[in-house]
C-alpha cells in the first residue's frame, strides 16, 4: 500500500488522542500536551523561528506515523551545533536558512522523534522521498532530525542519511538502595569531596524539598519562574520558555513533573524542573530547567543532581539525564553517553564536505569519551 504526507502548521491540527495513540504518554516530549504547551503559550511559532510542519503519514485514511517537525531560520535552541554549516554556506553566498528540523524544541533528550505503528524499515523510503521533496518545495538546504534514538539513527544511516555523534552525561541505577550505598561504590577521595559539597549546602540553612506535579500551585509556579528567568538575565539572555507555557504543562500533565524546591529562611531561592518517563522499560528522570535567586555555594549541584539521585533510587528509575554539556557530571557518576543526530543536505557539494567533517569528528568523539571515562569516580572492579 502506498503512503500520503500531510503537514500541520498547528499541532491542534490533530486530535490530541489520534496523536498520542502513535506515540503513547511515557515519554513526556513527544507528547501531544507538551508540544501543544509550546505553541499555545507562543514560545514555538513563526516569529521566535519556530515555525512548526508537523508531519504525518497516511496508510489510506489511517494515520500510520507521525514526526514533530518545525521549518527554522535559526539554530537556537537545538543543542545540535550547526553554526559552522551557516557560515560555510554564507561564505559561498548560499543560503542556509531556512531549514528543516525534526526536534523537541529546546529539550536535548533523545528519544522517539518518528512515532509510528509500522517499522520504521517500511516507512524510511517514503520519509525520505518527503523531505526530499519539503525542502525542494520549501527551498529549505536541509532536513535535521536531532537527538534520535540510537536503533533509528542507524536505520537513517542505511538510507543514506547523514549521522552526527554528540556526548552526554547520564546516571544509570544499579540497583542502589540509597545515596549512602551509591556513594559506597567511589573512591574514598570522591565520596568524601560529595560528601563535603552536601554538607556545605546545608550549613548554609538551605532546606530542599521535591513537590510533584498535581501539588505545584500557582505561588510556587511564580517563584519557580522568577528562578529560572532571573538566572537567564544574569546573563543578558532571555529565557526561551514563558510563565504560560510552565503553567499550560501543570495542567495537562502534571504526573510527569517533578520539582526540587530549595529554601532558605523560608524564602524560595532556587528550583529544579524534571520530567519523568514513566515506561517502566526505560524509566527515566530528565532535568530540564533550572533558576536560582542568589549565590550558594554547591546549590546547583545538590539541586539539580543530587536531589535528582536522590529521586531516581527511591523510586527505582533507571535512568537520569540531568540535561546536555558539562564534564563536571563525571565526577558525580554521570557517564559519557553517545547521542545521534540525523542529517540530509541538499546541496551535493556541502552534503560531502559535511559527511567527511563528521566521520573525523566522530572519531574524535570517541576517543574523547574513553579519556573521559577514566575520570569515573567509581572504584575499579576486581
Known sequence: MSFTLKTLSSIEQISPQLWNALCLTHYPFIRHEFLCALELSNC?????????LHICIYQEQSLVAIIPTYQKNHSNGE????WDWANAYASHDIAYYPKLVSAIPFSPCYGPRIASKLPLSELLPFIRQSIIKLCEDRQLSSWHGLFLEEKDTKKLQ???FLTRTGLQYHWH???YTSFEHYLEHFTSRKRKSIKRERRIVAEQDIQITTI?????DSNLLREFYYCYHLTYLKRGRQGYL???????????MPEQIVLFVAKHQGKTVACAWCF????SQDSTLYGRYWGCLDSFDN???ETCYYQGLEYCIKHKIQRFDPGAQGEHKIGRGFEPINTYSNHYIQHPQFSDAIKDFLDRESTAIEDYKHQLSSLLPFKQKD
Open 79 to 82: 543543542y545540535v551545533f550547526d
Open 173 to 175: 541505577n544499579q540497583g
Open 276 to 279: 519523568k518517563n514513566t515506561d
Open 242 to 252: 514563558n510563565e504560560n507555557f510552565f503553567a499550560r504543562l501543570l495542567k495537562s
Open 158 to 160: 542505511d538510507y543514506g
Open 299 to 301: 546549590l546547583h549541584f
Open 212 to 216: 510533584e506535579g498535581e501539588n505545584i
Open 44 to 52: 514555538t511559532n513563526t516569529r521566535t523561528g519556530w515555525t512548526p
